[in-house]
């Protein structure tokens, strides 16, 4: 059975601090990869894509990583920010009536 | 537009009601997706539409659920005698072509809440 399991379920860290944000999956055959960021009450937003030949990608203070091996994947986000507040959440094109696997996503709180 | 919109965006309506659901993709994509998000779970995948055709309907929960989509465009997910258990958020995204290659951009939603 395709899944994707996303931890921790939630997070509360003090701004300025970093953060990681883990995704093991189980899709095959596997496509690509992609974090979303999701801001309370607004649709999910794309941060990064990953294809099986890349390991790492930054975008801005997020880089993701991605070990097609291990089926792992990583959200690093660094110097948190006040608007890093969100839900975050994993998606692994395979599998599904829409190719896609979603996560249930991490619900990360930052704290001044 | 900029982006996807959906409307209304807040609907709240009595058990046993009809509900639709109106989305706008981004002008010119051709992929449009309807997804539920209930609390604390991930996003489930309802139906997608290549142009005018949803080639797989086996992911709307029950027939009480149902899409269209005219014109290549605007798109609506109707359900009818809602339940309780309907209440979730509705989310539409649209995307260039149908394919897990292309992003998927994502509209606010409409929260639905049935009594």
């Known amino acids: 059975k395709n899944q994707v399991e996303q931890s921790p379920q939630s997070l509360i860290i003090l701004e300025g601090k970093n953060c990681t944000l883990q995704c093991n999956y189980t899709v095959s055959p596997f496509s690509n990869l992609r974090w979303y960021k999701q801001d309370t009450g607004r649709g999910p937003v794309s941060l990064t894509i990953m294809t099986f030949s890349e390991n790492t990608k930054s975008n801005g203070r997020y880089t993701a990583t991605l070990d097609a091996d291990t089926k792992q994947s990583s959200l690093h986000i660094t110097a948190s920010q006040l608007s890093d507040s969100a839900s975050y959440i994993c998606v692994v094109s395979g599998g599904g009536a829409d190719g896609l696997t979603f996560g249930k996503g991490t619900h990360l709180i930052i704290q001044p | ?115």
């Open chain 2, 1 to 115: 537009g900029a982006g996807v919109s959906q409307s209304p965006s807040n609907k709240v309506t009595e058990k046993g009601k009809d509900v639709e659901l109106r989305c706008d993709p981004i002008s010119g994509h051709t992929a449009l997706y309807w997804y539920r998000q209930s609390l604390g779970q991930g996003l489930e995948f309802l139906i997608y539409f290549q142009g005018n055709s949803a080639p797989d309907k086996s992911g709307l929960p029950s027939d009480r659920f149902s899409a269209e989509r005219t014109g290549g465009s605007v798109s609506t997910l109707t359900i009818q005698r809602t339940q309780q258990e309907d209440s979730a958020v509705y989310l539409c995204a649209s995307s260039l072509a149908w394919g897990t290659q292309n992003e998927q951009f994502f509209g606010p939603g409409t929260r639905l809440t049935v009594l």
